[in-house]
């Protein structure tokens, strides 16, 4: 849009920027949320402000704002993509962001976080800007995928089964594909059947199946469970990581998985399992497997590990 012959945009980007300074965090929000539609068509006036965009993204880095940190790491995100050679320079102090908010309480901004990883794993460009940091990564990614309070509450657990037998759905594992990011199949009991779906048709079949279950239901937990979390996230992320890296990989994770595998917790067993399922793509679980003897597990887990190491 041109007034008397000045394109608009020309005005409001640098107005947008300064604003992601403002004393509100609406407007600091909204601000950010603006810059990062612009640079998401790569509209040339973002491009020409560049520098002093990224510079307001650190300067937003440490807001005490959760939906601004937020915005900050969707847009550090799309800067890896479209803009690496403006991040690469900073790499060091992004991952060492993004660390920090993959732990965050919020989480909302710990799946931004995680997304982050997920999108720097993908991209084959970095793959060796990704390999100075995957010691630092893999470990929080494994801490991502243990059920959280909220989650817990959402499956659907029978309270005594141990006489049960495993049904082959429930213990076959899974491929985790990085490529679409909503679209992953999943040992997780709480996900819906989004396979082979983008993220975007993922969420409007969610919003449909909702619509759809009006009449039937009084609530949506079963929405919920399905939702797109960081658990799957990490999942994802780990399964990039390990195709990419393999050996290397296996190194990082075999402490952490070790001391999973043999916990006392059930929950930290089971993301074990579940990262076990994660990485089969990558070819380390027989490695693991060897290496653990899994068929020495406690009982209840050792027919779905003895499934895994097949």
């Given amino acids: 849009m041109t007034i ?11 107005e947008f920027i300064k604003f992601t300074a403002h004393s509100s965090a609406k407007i600091r929000n909204h601000s950010l949320s603006s810059l990062y539609s612009l640079a998401a068509v790569h509209a040339p006036q973002l491009t020409a ?7 307001c993204l650190f300067d937003r880095a440490s807001d005490d704002n959760a939906e601004v940190r937020r915005s900050v790491c969707t847009a550090l995100g799309l800067m890896l993509t479209t803009r690496p050679d403006k991040l690469v320079p900073e790499m060091n102090n992004v991952v060492d962001y993004m660390a920090y908010c993959t732990k965050s309480d919020d989480e909302a901004v710990a799946l931004e976080a995680c997304e982050f990883w997920l999108t720097f794993a993908e991209d084959v460009n970095l793959k060796d800007q990704l390999q100075m940091y995957i010691g630092k990564i893999a470990p929080l990614l494994l801490d991502g995928m243990v059920y959280s309070e909220y989650e817990l509450m959402y499956l659907d657990v029978d309270e005594e089964d141990e006489a049960v037998p495993d049904k082959e759905t429930d213990i076959k594992p899974k491929a985790y594909s990085g490529k679409v990011h909503a679209g992953h199949e999943t040992n997780d009991p709480s996900a819906n059947n989004t396979s082979g779906k983008s993220r975007e048709a993922a969420d409007k079949a969610l919003e449909e199946d909702d619509e759809d279950d009006d009449d039937y239901y009084d609530d949506d937990d079963e929405d919920e469970a399905g939702e797109w979390n960081v658990r799957k996230c990490s999942a994802a992320a780990l399964d990039v990581m390990a195709v990419s890296f393999g050996g290397q990989m296996l190194e990082i994770l075999m402490p952490h998985l070790q001391e999973r595998l043999f916990s006392d917790e059930w929950e930290k ?5 579940l990262a076990l399922g994660a990485i089969a793509e990558g070819k380390l679980v027989a490695r693991v ?4 003897r899994l068929y020495r597990l406690p009982h209840a887990t050792s027919s779905s590990a003895r499934h895994l190491a097949h």
């Fill in 4 to 14: 008397q012959g000045v394109n608009l945009l020309d005005h409001l980007v640098p």
């Fill in 289 to 292: 497997c060897a290496e653990f």
């Fill in 49 to 55: 402000n560049i520098d002093a965009y990224i510079r």
């Fill in 269 to 273: 067993k089971e993301s074990a399992i």
